[in-house]
C-alpha cells in the first residue's frame, strides 16, 4: 500500500525517523540516573507503547486509569499513572489492576491515600504511591516539605501501600523558549528535589523513585540529575509547538491531507480542527510554510496565490501539539517512504477516564 491509497485526513508516522528520535533520547540520558519511561498521552497507540519496551523503556507513564488498563492488558509490566485517581468508582478498578503488573499511582492528599488502601485492602492488592510535589505548575503537589513528608509517611504505614518516591513535574518549562530561564530554572527544581530527598532521608523514608521531566527540558538536566524516571513523550513525534526549543528531534509524525478545492488565491484541504487540535501552536502545511491558515471544522483553507497544487493531491501537515493531535484518530500509518509498513490502532483513544 503506498501513501497516496490512504484515505485522508490520515496520521502518517515515519519509522526511520521516529527511530532516530529514539535513539537521540537514548543518547541524551545515557550516562544519568534516569530510566526512560516514555509518556502514553503522546501517541496512546499500544503498539507503540509496546515498540518503546522493546527499546529500551523502563516501564510506561500515562495520565489516565484507562489507558494503564490498556497497557496493561497489553502486556507492559510496569505503569505509572503520573496523576492522581480519587473518583470511588475508579478506585476498585485501580486496586484490581494492582494486582496485574507493577503500577504506581500518585497522590497529594491524605483522604485520597487511605481510600487507596481501602480499596487496595478489599481487592488483597499492593499499590505503588509517589506523593507530588508543587514545583511551579500551580496544579497538583504538595507545597512544603512538611506536608510532603506526613503524606509519604501516612503511604508507607499502609499495608497495601508502599511509599515509591517523589512525582516533581515541571510541565511549566516544557515549551520555555527562552534557554537560559528553562536552564536556570529546571537546576532551582533540581536542587529542591534533592533537598526534599535528603530530608526524607534524614527522617528515615527512603526515595526509590524521582519522576518527571519533558521533551523539552530532557538534554537540560545535569548529568548528575536526581530524577530516575524521565516521563518525555513528544520527543518520538514532534510539533510545531517545539520547534521554537531548537531541539535535536525531527518531525516524524505528519497529517496527510488531500486537496478538495483550488481558487487563484488559495487551496482547500480535508483537514480541518476536528482532525488538528489547536490547544498549542498551529499546524504548519509543509509544502506552504510561511502561508496563513484559516481553519474551520473539516477544512483548511491555505491562503496564497497561483499555488500550483491540482485537486486530488497530498500534503503533508506538521501537527501543532502531538498528543491531542493523536487522540483526534482512530489509527496511525506507519510509513517508509512513500510504503505503507503497517496500521496502528490508537488504542487508547477517548480513554479520559
Avoid at 507503540?48 to 497489553?74: F, S
Avoid at 529546571?186 to 526509590?208: D, P, S
Avoid at 518527571?212 to 538536566?221: E, H, M, V
Wanted: proline share 4%; charged share 25%; with cysteine.
Amino acid at each position: 500500500m503506498k501513501i497516496r491509497d490512504i484515505e485522508t485526513p490520515a496520521i502518517l508516522l515515519d519509522r526511520k525517523i521516529m527511530e532516530e528520535n529514539s535513539r537521540k533520547m537514548e543518547e541524551i540520558i545515557c550516562g544519568t540516573s534516569m530510566v526512560l519511561y516514555p509518556h502514553y498521552k503522546s501517541h496512546k497507540c499500544l503498539p507503540i507503547a509496546q515498540w518503546q519496551m522493546a527499546h529500551g523503556a523502563g516501564g510506561i507513564t500515562c495520565a489516565k486509569l484507562g489507558e494503564a488498563e490498556d497497557l496493561i492488558e497489553g502486556g507492559i509490566p510496569r505503569v505509572v499513572i503520573a496523576n492522581q485517581v480519587v473518583q470511588p468508582e475508579k478506585l476498585s478498578r485501580l486496586a484490581k489492576l494492582a494486582g496485574r503488573a507493577d503500577l504506581t499511582v500518585c497522590a497529594d492528599a491524605e483522604e485520597n491515600i487511605l481510600a487507596l488502601e481501602a480499596a487496595c485492602a478489599a481487592n488483597n492488592t499492593q499499590l505503588s504511591v509517589l506523593i507530588e510535589l508543587e514545583v511551579g505548575m500551580n496544579r497538583c503537589g504538595a507545597e512544603s516539605f512538611e506536608e510532603f513528608y506526613a503524606l509519604a509517611l501516612l503511604t508507607e504505614e499502609q499495608p497495601h501501600l508502599s511509599f515509591r518516591g517523589i512525582q516533581a513535574y515541571a510541565g511549566h518549562l516544557a515549551h520555555e523558549s527562552d534557554a537560559k530561564k528553562r536552564r536556570e530554572t529546571l537546576l532551582r527544581i533540581e536542587k529542591r528535589v534533592a533537598e526534599l530527598k535528603r530530608y526524607l532521608k534524614e527522617r528515615g523514608l527512603a526515595v526509590r523513585e524521582i519522576c518527571g521531566g519533558s521533551t523539552g527540558t530532557a538534554a537540560d538536566k545535569p548529568k548528575d540529575t536526581v530524577y530516575t524516571q524521565l516521563q518525555a513523550g513528544s520527543y518520538l513525534f514532534m510539533d510545531t509547538s517545539y520547534e521554537r526549543l531548537d531541539l535535536c528531534f525531527e518531525h516524524a509524525m505528519k497529517i496527510a491531507a488531500t486537496v478538495i478545492s483550488v481558487k487563484p488565491d488559495r487551496i482547500v484541504t480535508d483537514c480541518g480542527v476536528k482532525s488538528l487540535t489547536m490547544d498549542q501552536f498551529p499546524p504548519r502545511y509543509e509544502a506552504y510554510p510561511d502561508a496563513e491558515l484559516s481553519f474551520s471544522e473539516e477544512h483548511t483553507t491555505i491562503l496564497v496565490r497561483n499555488a500550483g497544487a491540482a485537486l486530488g493531491d497530498t500534503l503533508f501537515c506538521i501537527p501543532g501539539h502531538c498528543c491531542t493531535t493523536n487522540n483526534c484518530f482512530g489509527k496511525i500509518y506507519l510509513v517508509d517512504g512513500d510504503e505503507v509498513l503497517a496500521e496502528w490502532p490508537v488504542t487508547s483513544r477517548g480513554k479520559a477516564q
